[in-house]
């Protein structure tokens, strides 16, 4: 069998007393969808941060593709086929949205090159920017290449960190709360973009949400104060009473006239 493109045992990460994350393992395979779901303080974040190692957890190990990935540095993982889109935007306003999208290229020390009219430099900015370009296009948003993000609306600016996150050509993106914000038309348009991501990578999506995510993810991961209460398909999960009851009432199972997975 194909080695999971990750792999994440015994997981452990506390803030003082607080036990963010107490031995989470879940494994993510290539091409899959994985939902991460939870309650706010669940620890959802806290996981991607590791992942991404934005902090030292205090136990277990985390690996992808099989290379452990403990001790690397956040920006060494998009060299490795890592992205991540924040919870928050993070665009710059005043650059274009085709040059927000640059920035994601690992490849972007060499562009600042360009700007002190360095030629090789100039050849690599012309290729960041048509591939820059391709993904705008990929994503239907190539129209506003050359507007600056405040001047664009909110779901589309998601769109735009998806765009810088794709540049970095991963094989593994992590998206925290990608819907959250959405209209349920941006959010079906989501759902198909992330579909035909699938072909190329595997996706962790951290999603409020719970139609969204049971409708994209093959697998679900729930947390709750840090630990896993269930792993499985959508179908395992809208059946699990643990899930229900963490939710307190919220509903699990789509709510009536909910686009029925
Ligand atoms: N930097 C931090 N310092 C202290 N506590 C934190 C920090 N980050 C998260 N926590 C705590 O860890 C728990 C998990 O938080 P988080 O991962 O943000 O949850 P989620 O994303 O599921 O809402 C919460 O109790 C939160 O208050
Ligand atoms: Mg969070």
Redesign the pocket.
């Known amino acids: 069998m194909e080695q999971p493109t990750l792999d994440v045992a015994d997981l452990t990460v506390r ?2 007393g ?1 036990v ?1 994350l107490d031995r989470v393992s879940l494994r993510v395979e290539a091409n899959e969808i994985h939902g991460i779901i ?1 309650p ?7 996981l991607f941060n590791a992942v991404c190692g934005f902090l030292r957890p205090q136990g277990g190990t985390i690996s992808y593709r099989g290379r452990a990935l403990l001790g690397t540095a956040p920006h060494h993982l998009a060299r490795l086929g890592i992205a991540r889109t924040l919870q928050g935007l993070g665009l710059w306003p005043g650059l274009t949205v085709l040059e927000n999208v640059v920035m994601g290229s690992h490849a972007r020390p060499h562009f600042l090159g360009s700007l002190l009219g360095m030629p090789a430099a100039d050849r690599l900015e012309r290729r960041l920017r048509g591939q820059a370009l391709e993904v705008l296009s990929e994503l239907g948003i190539a129209d506003i290449a050359d507007a600056r993000p405040p001047a664009v609306p909110y779901g589309v600016q998601k769109r735009v960190i998806i765009a810088r996150a794709l540049m970095a050509r991963p094989a593994l993106l992590l998206l925290d709360e990608p819907a959250s914000g959405l209209s349920s038309r941006e959010m079906d348009r989501l759902h198909k973009l992330v579909g035909s991501l699938r072909q190329r990578m595997s996706v962790v999506v951290v999603e409020h949400h719970l139609d969204f995510v049971m409708a994209i993810s093959q697998r679900i991961t729930v ?1 709750n104060f ?1 630990r896993v209460i269930a792993s499985g398909t959508p179908a395992d999960i809208r059946g699990n009473r643990e899930v229900s009851e963490a939710y307190l009432g919220q509903a699990v199972t789509p709510s009536e006239g909910a686009a029925g997975a």
């Not at 706010?40 to 806290?46: E, L, Q, R």
């Open positions: 803030f003082g607080v963010a939870g706010n303080g669940a620890g959802k974040t806290t947390l840090g």
